[in-house]
């Protein structure tokens, strides 16, 4: 410790006192200062025991000083070493837990809690639900970067609250930046500081108070005795804690510096000073409580997720989902503040790979009746051969991708392991054929429904490997593997996604910049749309942002592929004289298979750009190229089978027959132009037949309009200008333009009404109409005002404020309900195991916009109490459909309360913002656990905990 007094120091510096030069005792010192040298502070030599005796602590627990000359000394230790035990002793017999003191995990000594984890698998000690499967990779001793680092503290203070305010704060409370809850409300919290305006603003002045830091979080870098020279090497300890990285830093002064690999203690950096060292942390506790703060809150109805069986995540993914460039409804951090993942994922990888036993007893933890709903595509066996070639490639893949991050950094930097670095050349072995069809089925179940690509309703891989470029084809089928391996709660499935979507992605790049031909090739833009689905929703913040900035590089690829615009029919194949069936319907396939890749890409510009809040990169006026046909076409199995549904669903006028005409359907431009002008019915005729792809496309120009005019109108300034008349008028056109959108978005829902009187809902009907609801939300609200709202940006505590931010928020809140509610109606109305892959986000900007309006609810309610409501007022804005009188009524004439609905058929408030958002979290507890919807759990809870 080195006491000031006055911007002075009580002993010289050590270039003073190892020149026996006077010294100003200045910090830096004019010595120092004029000479250009690194002014180094020498600590006071009674500083250990003035701290032993001020603090309490046991000599063992104070670290080590410098002597005259700078080197580091040893304190005296009695005891023989730190002992964390008598540290425990010691504080329980105090009463109050020792400054620099972290409580653990039960009521055990840690060297006794240390001696016990390699012997025991997080699964044993953690486990409550034993369907869940077993990890593949059993968790051994620590790696080189999970040993003791010591973290330099300058005061005793303590980490966390001395007064627990009750049992469950024995856990280690600090380890987590939100406070301990107590279970509750089907396992969440029970109380909130989050129940109106009051609340709102008295935990946006508690987050004020303390700085950028919230009052549960530990912020000891602003008592921390470091130089100026150290301002860029701070980083946010619980970041450190979720990259498996102890929050104690050994004795030695250049512990934090392994930390970065550019700062390294080489390059002549003055040693920092500290008289205590914390004990130290169980790793596997601390990335269970950082890893998954989901772990303890799961309610009982929550699907099966790896952390129910205490198996933390990676940490550095986790540390990462406050760095999301998108879903930021809590505060952000920098990316460069974010830990690595892409070694990381591929470590993993490796060592699952590894270990062959393991995967030969792995089973799926899935719903079996996920996967007896029509419509599912076939998987073929895998062959031997197939499997062969796969596994070759996969190696050449996986060891390319370690060898580009081999020098990418020190491993302690993103908290990855290097133990496999070095084996590098190991020979690896796919997962069984078993386990490889279970991936492709799970793929089948999911990505085929939304972005439907394998013709015939077969996904055959013997086909691709054999009749197609092989390393082209090996990416599409392991991006296949890993689409589906993200759909199963598993912490191996979890590992294979994350490593295969990187090796992939480097491969994938790879063979593009080496043969640009490759760029227009159909397998190989099929992998590109795999690998952009997979990152822009895997919850790896870096995947999201990679897939984020090639999205344009493999548009651009499409659109110079020339793909996009209509070609010529090919002159039909004559067989003496007769055109052959099977040579039509190989014709068409091949067609067909292009307009579906084509649209694929339309879908996803469409998916990417709504939750981003950026307008799509692709423009309508590209589409010249035929849209899909119908489904029952493309999953034929035979050329005689085609044939007769093609004359069922291209039926020409006086029975002539159909097939051989080239009849295709309208390209996504003609289409558009015939929404536009009305004609797709008249006079209660159909004109043009629709399917649920078509009706999905059509949105993708709605939502343009949608989001051009929403910016424009954000742009006006609300302070009365000079040219007021003229930015009134500007402003006043461009409203109206807004609502023709929405007409024409009203027009689309008659469509889709239409449609589904005449034909059964299907996951792709579902899934469109949850994206009409989104974009009509869009319409009357304004997202990115209200995630600043919730990061309480720019807020100033007044009343009047907030009224003037939910106005700004919400242009119509009553709109804006019913779409939220409608929004949480479908997604919970979908199988649990079949959703398309952003239905988490959905559920969070839902949640968001009835969150917005909760804030304000108190206040309008205390102002209506005069008002007389009769008893069925309230009515379940997300049970009743669209169109029931119900919400019409509230909608026209703002009769009634709408209210949310539980599964037990409970009914929830909307004007308490906690109770909303432990709602939406109840939601996302009934789907398929994964990394992306994890991550919107955690802000979600953050948010609802204030």
Known sequence: MIPKSAGRTPIACSNCAKTKTKCDKKFPCSRCEQRNLKCTLRPNRRASKNIQRAGGLPEGNVASGSSSDGSPREAPNPSGGNSPSQGVQNQQSNGQPSPGQLSLPQQLPISQTSSQRPSQS?????????????????????????????????????????????????????????????????????????????????????????????????????????????????????????????????????GILGLIPEMSPQQGFGPVQ??????????????????????????????????????????????????????????????????????????????????????????????????????????????????????????????????????????????????????????????????????????????????????????????????????????????????????????????LTGGFTEACRISLFDLIEKNIIMAGDPIVLRAALLFTVQAAWSGDKWQMDIAMGQRGMYFAMLRHSGILEPRPVAATPHMNGNVTTDSLWRDWL????????????????????????????????????????????????????WSEIFNQVHEFSNGYPSIGSGARPLSLRDLFRHFLDDEIVIQDIQEVHLTPMHLRLLLHPLQTLVCQYCQLLSCFSDSVASRSRNRALTAASTRVRLEEVQALLGRWFDLAQRYLKANPVCPMMQANLVMFHLISMNAVTTFPEIERLARREGIDGSYQHLLWMHKKCLSDPQEAIVHAGQILRLVQEMPHG?????????????????????????????????????????????????GHQTISRYLSRKEGIPTLTKR????????????????????????????FSDGIRNKLEKLARG
């Open 590 to 641: 091949q067609q067909e298979s292009r307009s579906r890749l084509i649209y694929s890409w339309v879908m996803v510009d469409q998916d990417l750009s709504l939750f981003h809040d950026t307008a799509p990169l692709f423009s309508v006026t590209e589409f010249g190229a035929p849209m899909p046909d119908s489904d029952r076409l493309w999953h034929a199995q035979t050329g005689s089978e």
């Open 904 to 931: 037990d058929g409970t009914s929830v408030p909307l004007d308490n913002g906690f109770v909303v958002l432990s709602h939406c979290i109840d939601v996302l507890d009934e789907g398929v656990a994964t990394r």
């Open 122 to 254: 997080p699964s044993v000690t953690h486990s409550r639900n034993p369907s869940i499967s077993q990890p593949v990779q059993p968790i051994g001793n620590p790696a080189p970067e999970e040993q003791s680092l010591q973290l330099p503290l300058s005061h005793p203070s303590p980490f966390f609250d001395p007064s627990p305010r009750n049992s469950l704060s024995q856990a280690p409370s600090m380890l987590s930046p939100l406070p301990t809850p107590v279970n509750g409300m089907s396992g969440f919290v029970t109380g909130t500081p989050m129940s109106g305006y009051e609340d709102f603003v008295r935990t946006g002045n508690d987050h004020a108070d303390n700085g950028s830091s919230p009052h549960f979080m530990m912020d000891p870098w602003n008592s921390m005795s470091m130089g100026g020279e150290f301002d860029s090497m701070r980083i946010d300890p619980s970041l450190m804690m979720s990259m498996n990285i102890d929050l104690s830093m050994g004795p030695t002064p250049d």
């Open 274 to 495: 500290t008289p205590l060292q914390s004990s130290r942390m169980d790793e596997s506790f601390s990335d269970l409580q950082i890893g998954s703060s989901a772990s303890a809150f799961y309610s009982s109805s929550r699907q099966a997720s790896i952390v129910d069986a205490g198996i933390p995540d990676l940490g550095a993914i986790i540390a990462a989902q406050d760095g999301w460039t998108v879903f930021r409804c809590t505060p952000s951090i920098p990316s460069s503040s974010c830990p690595r993942t892409a070694r990381l994922n591929l470590e993993r990888l490796e060592n699952s790979l590894k270990n062959h036993e393991g995967w030969s007893n792995w089973s799926p933890s899935w719903d079996e009746s996920d996967f007896q709903h029509g419509g599912q595509i076939a998987v073929s066996k895998f062959q031997e051969s197939t499997r062969d070639k796969l596994l070759a490639i996969t190696q050449s893949f996986l060891h390319k991708a370690l060898d580009i991050h081999k020098d990418g950094g020190s491993s302690s930097s993103s908290g990855e392991s290097p133990g496999s670095m070095a084996s590098g050349s190991n020979f690896i072995l796919l997962p069984p054929a078993r386990v490889l069809e279970f991936f492709l089925r799970s793929y089948a179940n999911t990505f085929e429904r939304y972005y439907p690509t394998s013709a015939r309703g077969v996904l055959d891989t013997n086909e691709l490997m054999q009749n197609y470029n092989d390393k082209a084809s090996s990416l599409l089928i392991l991006m296949m593997i890993a689409q589906g391996a993200m759909n199963i709660p598993s912490i191996e499935a979890r590992w």
């Open 834 to 882: 079949i959703r398309p892959p952003w239905w988490a986000g959905a559920v969070y900007r839902a949640g968001l916009v009835i969150w917005t309006d909760s804030l304000v609810h108190e206040a309008t309610h205390s102002a209506q109490q005069g008002q007389y409501h009769p008893p069925n007022a309230a009515f379940a804005v997300d049970r009743l459909p669209s």
